[in-house]
């Protein structure tokens, strides 16, 4: 599967060109080509601000969201970089808290391309790459990195001396990568996951991460002991729970009342109480407890559970958007939307599980209709047993106008050209 991307630069768009007609082997694993590629540029990976690195099924993105609001409400300036993109390729690389110009971005990716063209790396290689290259140039208090997939063989897992390493929700998803057969790895699912997501961790650093079942908790506790890295575990060395208040945080240090997060769903506390414990964990950077309760209450993810605005797309109707498409997602938005009826417009991916999504919410669902995912192989609508549309605005047209939530889910790449549609850009 391709990660497809266009730009209205024109100068963008030879490098996106360039970038997309990349290959790579079918089953191929390792860091090697990622480090030949960094060394070509010099190793700007060594050369990067403290890093906050973050790995998960789910979560990983919103932690990432929480962990800049809160690093630039104190004052800092952070460099991110996250995928995948929702409209602009230039989502994926944030330097020093502005989306990167599309003049710098054209640039810099053919710097990165002509440096590795003999290289055969992948689209997410030379992404991590030349955002490592950009974010050593340009002087910043932090970074903070989202893993693409797994950990263990992602581009992403070259940093080597990050400020603390973290681990969000655990599920299954990426089976075909995560799962693959391997001597000396985990037998049960779950466990092999946190067993590919603990690669991350690195000696010495803090690994700051959720509470898991015995069999996944094992290989995390397992990675950190091999790498002589703190562990600071939900549950042993930090906790949080939601009161009526908002979100109370503990750990050694003491106590924090802070608010609700902005970004709706419960899940998102939990999140949030990751990205405090992330930073409450390690000895780079102070954040001070006012900034972290004001990056928890101006975090910003889109698409994940998004109520969009009224805008071309909507009209004034209520409609939400999510990106998620495995079964942690359908149980979260089945929590959200319990006791109320929902339409559904999904579009799925053909390598995902299409009950992911329905059979969680099925007692919440008023209708379903399936839509394609633009651009890319997806399930037909015969696969989720409602109706079908040719794309989003005329599914939505033909909702019944009775008052009802909308809910449009299943693809982040879906999720992209809605937020298009609506006028609603990633800023």
């Not at 990976?45 to 809160?70: D, E, I, Q, W, Y």
């Not at 924090?256 to 970004?263: G, Q, R, T, Y």
């Amino acid at each position: 599967m391709k990660d497809f991307a266009t730009s209205s630069s024109p100068d963008v768009q030879r490098q996106l060109d360039r970038l997309g007609a990349l290959s790579v082997p079918d089953g191929r694993l390792g860091l090697a080509t990622i480090r030949a590629l960094l060394a070509r540029l010099g190793d700007p990976h060594l050369r990067l601000p403290p890093a906050f690195h973050v790995a998960g099924t789910n979560g990983k993105g919103s932690t990432c969201a929480f962990l800049r609001a809160m690093l630039e409400a104190d004052g800092k300036r952070v460099h991110v970089t996250t995928s995948p993109h929702l409209v602009r390729y230039n989502e994926r690389i944030r330097v020093a808290g502005e989306l990167i110009s599309d003049a710098r971005l054209a640039a810099l990716l053919a710097e990165v391309l002509d440096a590795g063209e003999d290289l055969d790396p992948s689209f997410f290689e030379v992404t991590i790459a030349a955002a490592f290259l950009e974010f050593a140039r340009v002087p910043a208090d932090a970074c903070v990195i989202e893993v693409g997939l797994g950990g263990r063989f992602d581009a992403t897992n070259v940093v080597d001396r990050p400020a603390a390493c973290g681990i969000a929700s655990l599920g299954i998803d990426h089976e075909r990568f995560l799962l693959a057969p391997e001597a000396g790895t985990p037998a049960e699912p779950l466990s092999r996951i946190a067993f590919e997501k603990a690669g991350i961790v690195k000696p010495g650093r803090p690994l700051v991460t959720l509470a898991y079942p015995e069999g996944p908790r094992l290989e995390i506790e397992r990675a950190a002991l091999a790498a002589g890295a703190p562990l600071t575990m939900r549950g042993d060395a930090w906790g949080a729970e939601v009161t009526e208040s908002g979100l109370h945080y503990r750990d050694e240090r003491g106590e924090l009342a802070l608010p609700f997060p902005a970004l709706p769903g419960l899940h998102q506390a939990e999140n949030a109480a990751l990205a405090v414990a992330m930073l409450r964990h390690q000895d780079f950077i102070a954040v001070s407890p006012g900034a972290i309760a004001e990056g928890i209450r101006k975090a910003h993810w889109p698409a994940r559970l998004q109520r969009l605005a009224p805008g071309p797309l909507t009209g004034g109707r209520e409609v939400w958007l999510d990106g998620g498409h495995n079964a942690d997602a359908g149980a979260m938005l089945a929590r959200h939307f319990a006791g109320r009826r929902v339409h559904l417009v999904i579009g799925m991916l053909a390598n995902k599980n299409p009950a992911a999504l329905i059979r969680p919410m099925r007692d919440s669902l008023a209708s379903v209709v399936a839509v394609p995912v633009p651009a890319h192989e997806h399930h037909p609508a015969a696969t989720f047993g409602g109706g079908e549309a040719p794309d989003v605005p005329r599914a939505l047209a033909a909702l019944p106008a009775d008052g009802l939530p909308v809910l449009i889910a299943g693809s982040l790449y879906l999720a992209g050209e809605v937020l298009r549609l609506n006028g609603e850009l990633p800023g």
